[in-house]
């Protein structure tokens, strides 16, 4: 039995091989592994793929989230409004800076940030909302940019799942005050490592967040500030700026297959399928449906039923995000009970992930199509 996995990315590399190998030997025989000219052509070209007229580059999304926050004086006594449905670093920043998360619930169809509610989560000590385009699937940015505009807020948005994806005829990155990428093997643009990035158009604040980036320092051994050391490698430069040459391709392979399953799922009992907004164009990181509870199961009792009858099937599957964050033990001190948020954590008892990159075939969606229909029936 061929098992579809959820992520395959041995077939982008057949496809690029030749010219990662051949770039990564060049790097290693320049003897210049940490900054230089490649990690300057790569921020110059993915400033201009996202339409900024800066780019940062740093070690992860975590950083450059981070980064962000820093650089605008993000600290203690601040809160920064975001969303309790999102991986740990999207709030863990916040801490890390010692300013407060506040979350706000999402929307059931969308998964992003309710931005009703949004509103009535601003208080005087509000300094920034951090909206993540979750899956691929961008924010309303026009609703959300109008909000902080009549707040005096930040927008910092987390684009680590959603390289590509549009807003109208912006990419995301390009329309909050900054924008923060991640370049996780995962992602649509991955590096074969960690790596990271920070968008904007704000000279000054790119200038300090690159100082931030090298222990604080602008010129070496003297430091203005504390900073940290957070660097991408020449090799994943490199690596990188190959891969944004094809990104594009692969983003349209993904609206295929997730063209594909909408039509094979829609009318699938038992199957909520994704509703991107209209005016948004998303790159589709993950395809996650939604599976609806029979009465009598127990909270994602049944999704990890269905999770585990795919598997014997032949078809893996993924859940994002089991615990949102508001529950998890790190965050208990915020007060947050369970029931504060309520489409938040329904949906971490019925999501799944299918599997999902630019390489699935149509045969191997009609094969996680079948092992589904048959796992809710049987």
């Given at each position: 039995?061929?098992v579809?996995?959820p992520?395959?990315?041995?077939?982008?590399?057949?496809?690029?091989?030749?010219?990662?190998?051949?770039?990564?030997c060049?790097?290693?025989?320049?003897?210049?592994?940490?900054?230089?000219?490649?990690?300057?052509?790569?921020?110059?070209?993915?400033a201009?793929y996202i339409?900024t007229?800066?780019?940062?580059?740093?070690?992860?999304g975590?950083?450059?989230?981070?980064?962000?926050?820093r650089?605008?004086?993000?600290?203690e006594?601040d809160?920064?409004?975001?969303?309790?449905?999102?991986?740990?670093?999207?709030a863990e920043?916040?801490?890390?800076?010692?300013?407060?998360?506040?979350?706000?619930d999402?929307?059931?169809e969308?998964?992003n940030?309710?931005?009703?509610?949004v509103?009535a989560?601003i208080?005087?000590?509000?300094?920034a909302?951090?909206?993540?385009?979750?899956?691929?699937?961008?924010?309303?940015?026009?609703?959300?940019?109008?909000?902080?505009?009549?707040?005096n807020?930040?927008?910092?948005?987390?684009?680590?799942?959603?390289?590509?994806?549009?807003?109208?005829?912006?990419k995301?990155?390009s329309?909050?005050h900054?924008?923060c990428?991640?370049?996780?093997?995962?992602?649509?643009?991955?590096?074969c490592?960690?790596?990271?990035?920070?968008?904007?158009n704000?000279?000054?604040?790119?200038?300090r967040?690159?100082?931030?980036?090298?222990?604080?320092?602008?010129?070496?051994y003297?430091?203005?500030?504390i900073?940290?050391?957070?660097?991408?490698?020449?090799?994943?430069?490199?690596?990188?700026?190959?891969?944004?040459?094809?990104?594009?391709?692969?983003?349209?392979?993904r609206?295929a297959?997730?063209d594909?399953?909408?039509q094979?799922?829609?009318?699938?009992?038992?199957?909520?399928?994704?509703?991107?907004?209209?005016?948004g164009?998303?790159?589709?990181?993950?395809?996650?449906?939604?599976?609806?509870?029979p009465?009598?199961?127990?909270s994602?009792?049944?999704?990890?039923?269905?999770?585990q009858?795919?598997?014997?099937?032949?078809?893996s599957?993924?859940?994002?995000?089991?615990?949102?964050l508001?529950?998890?033990s790190?965050?208990?001190?915020?007060?947050?009970?369970?029931?504060?948020?309520p489409?938040?954590?329904?949906l971490?008892?019925?999501?799944?992930?299918?599997?999902?990159?630019?390489e699935?075939?149509?045969?191997?969606?009609?094969?996680?199509?079948?092992?589904?229909?048959?796992s809710?029936v049987?």
């Open positions: 039995m061929n579809i996995p992520l395959d990315l041995t077939q982008q590399f057949q496809t690029i091989g030749d010219e990662v190998n051949a770039a990564v060049a790097v290693l025989a320049s003897g210049q592994y940490i900054n230089g000219p490649l990690n300057q052509q790569f921020e110059q070209a993915f201009h339409g007229s800066e780019c940062v580059v740093c070690n992860s975590t950083d450059a989230l981070y980064l962000a926050l650089a605008y004086d993000i600290g006594g809160e920064v409004i975001t969303t309790p449905f999102t991986f740990i670093a999207t920043v916040i801490s890390m800076v010692r300013a407060t998360p506040v979350f706000v999402v929307d059931p969308t998964f940030l309710d931005l009703a509610q509103q989560a208080t005087p000590r509000t300094r909302i951090m909206p993540v385009h979750l899956f691929g699937q961008p924010v309303d940015m026009t609703q959300l940019m109008a909000i902080a505009q009549a707040h807020l930040l927008v910092i948005e987390d684009c680590a799942q959603s390289t590509g994806a549009q807003w109208k005829d912006a995301v990155g329309i909050g900054v924008g990428f991640s370049f996780f093997p995962t992602k649509n643009l991955g590096a490592g960690d790596g990271g990035a920070v968008t904007i704000d000279a000054a604040i790119a200038t967040i690159r100082i931030l980036r090298e222990h604080g320092s602008r010129v070496r003297y430091h203005e500030e900073g940290m050391n957070s660097r991408l490698d020449a090799v994943q430069a490199a690596i990188l700026q190959i891969k944004l040459r094809y990104l594009d391709t692969w983003n349209a392979q609206q297959v997730a594909r399953y909408q094979l799922l829609n009318r699938v009992p038992g199957v909520v399928t994704p509703k991107p907004l209209p005016g164009t998303s790159v589709w990181n993950q395809y996650t449906i939604r599976l609806t509870q009465e009598g199961t127990s994602g009792e049944w999704r990890d039923r269905i999770r009858k795919l598997q014997e099937q032949g078809v599957s993924m859940v994002y995000y089991p615990i949102p508001h529950l998890q790190v965050y208990q001190s915020l007060g947050y009970a369970a029931g504060r948020f489409v938040a954590e329904q971490a008892y019925e999501v799944l992930s299918l599997p999902m990159f630019p699935l075939s149509a045969q191997q969606q009609e094969q996680v199509f079948y092992a589904l229909k048959d809710l049987h």
